[in-house]
């Protein structure tokens, strides 16, 4: 152990200075002793494995450790690229002060890939930016090409909006219900709410607790006008707008699809029903109509 700790020392010391590392970073023992062993690891040779583009040290930056008993055809620096791209994912999303991680999860005991000497990291398709998600890991070095899909565990913690105290179905969100505070954002796929202007308001959909982030999906669909109402129509292209009054034909909540009957004026300014159009409610007493 003593002679891995001499050889990576120096190139530990490289790590921290390198722009995808920070202090920040290294929180615990268990990450020091990871990156200590990846750069032990890459300075005997295994720089080879690294996917072209990525730079020397990147698998070590992460933010957690590998574990010690990993498939034997694993390349490391590869499951330390996967990791690092499930974060960056992350990050993308959320905001600029949120504190991400990333891990491995537990892989599947019979996982017995063969030996690859380079290994690329792919975000699959549809899958979430945070909780419990996957990451692929793609063999394009090696005796056996193999393509695999890692489980990860991202964690975000950051601001959002929740509630000071529970609150039943029903309720209507008003400014002094609302708290910001730094909560777990990992429980749910999509982002949690954090413009208060957005929830006040607002009628719940289900009960919510304290502490609870608040998402969209807790909150009825604001409805910006009821069927008879008279709305604004606008309609507009590249260097123009129109607007003219109709008169809704059903609810209109908020994003979704409603029917309008236009209404034509007289020169008198009496109006008469007009063709019947369809759009979408984005505002109060007003649709836009399909481009």
């Known amino acids: 152990m003593s002679t891995k700790r001499s050889r990576a020392t120096p190139q530990f010391a490289a790590l921290l200075r390198h722009p995808c590392c920070s202090i920040r970073v290294v929180k615990s023992r268990l990450l020091i002793s990871s990156l200590l062993t990846a750069a032990a690891w890459a300075q005997t040779g295994a720089q080879a494995q690294m996917p072209v583009g990525v730079p020397a040290g990147l698998g070590a930056g992460v933010p957690v450790g590998l574990p010690a008993n990993l498939p034997a055809g694993l390349p490391a620096v590869g499951l330390a690229q ?8 992350a990050e993308r999303l959320a905001p600029a002060s949120a504190q991400v991680s990333a891990s491995l999860g537990v892989l599947d005991k019979r996982l017995n890939p063969a030996p690859c000497t380079q290994a690329e990291a792919f975000l699959p398709r549809g899958v979430p930016p945070w909780g419990r998600t996957r990451v692929g890991l793609r063999c394009v070095r090696g005796p056996v090409a193999w393509t ?9 913690q ?9 609150l039943p179905a029903g309720s209507v969100l008003i400014e002094s219900d609302l708290v910001a505070s730094v909560v777990n954002w990992s429980n749910n796929p999509q982002p949690p709410l954090t413009d208060a202007s957005i929830a006040a308001g607002r009628t719940l959909a289900r ?6 982030p608040l998402h969209e999906a807790d909150l009825q669909t604001r409805r910006w006008f009821a069927a008879g109402d008279r709305v604004k129509v606008m309609a507009g292209g590249s260097g123009f707008a129109v607007v003219a009054e109709g008169q809704a034909l059903s ?4 994003g979704q699809r409603v029917r309008v009957q236009m209404l034509v004026r007289a020169q008198d300014g009496s109006s008469s029903p007009g063709p019947v159009v369809q759009g ?8 836009e109509l399909f481009r």
Request: aromatic content about 2%.
């Open 158 to 166: 950051a601001p959002a909006l929740s509630v000071r105290s529970a």
């Open 280 to 287: 979408l409610a984005v505002g109060e007493r007003r649709v």
């Open 82 to 89: 996967a990791l690092r791209l499930a974060q960056q994912a």
């Open 207 to 212: 009960a919510v607790t304290p502490g609870q």
């Open 251 to 254: 609810d209109g909540r908020d």
């Open 148 to 156: 695999l899909y890692l489980p990860v565990q991202v964690q975000v």
